[in-house]
């Protein structure tokens, strides 16, 4: 159960994290003027696309992922 948590909050911040960069991108090209996009060669039409293309969607982590594993300092004790 706890396998289960620790993958959906790491899933969670994944994804956040994500969507945090695609927006920070989106809003910077959006600053833009239209002659500044131009010149790199965008329109206004394509700043979307570019930012979700920019980053990679980050992969979904699964309970199985996460191993526990005892101490070794607390063998023979325990």
Same mark, same amino acid.
């Given at each position: 159960? %706890?396998?289960? %948590? ?8 994944? *994804? ?7 927006n ?22 394509? %700043?979307?696309? %570019?930012?979700? *293309? *920019? ?5 979904? @982590? ?5 191993? @526990? ?8 004790? @325990?």
């Amino acid at each position: 159960m %706890i396998n289960k %948590i620790r993958a959906f909050v790491a899933n969670v911040k994944a *994804s956040l994290e994500y969507r945090s960069s695609v927006n920070q991108t989106i809003k910077e090209l959006h600053e833009l003027s239209d002659k500044e996009l131009w010149d790199i060669g965008i329109t206004r039409g394509e %700043i979307f696309d %570019i930012a979700t *293309s *920019s980053y990679t969607k980050p992969k979904k @982590v699964k309970a199985d992922d996460y191993r @526990v594993t005892a101490n070794d300092n607390l063998k023979g004790f @325990v």
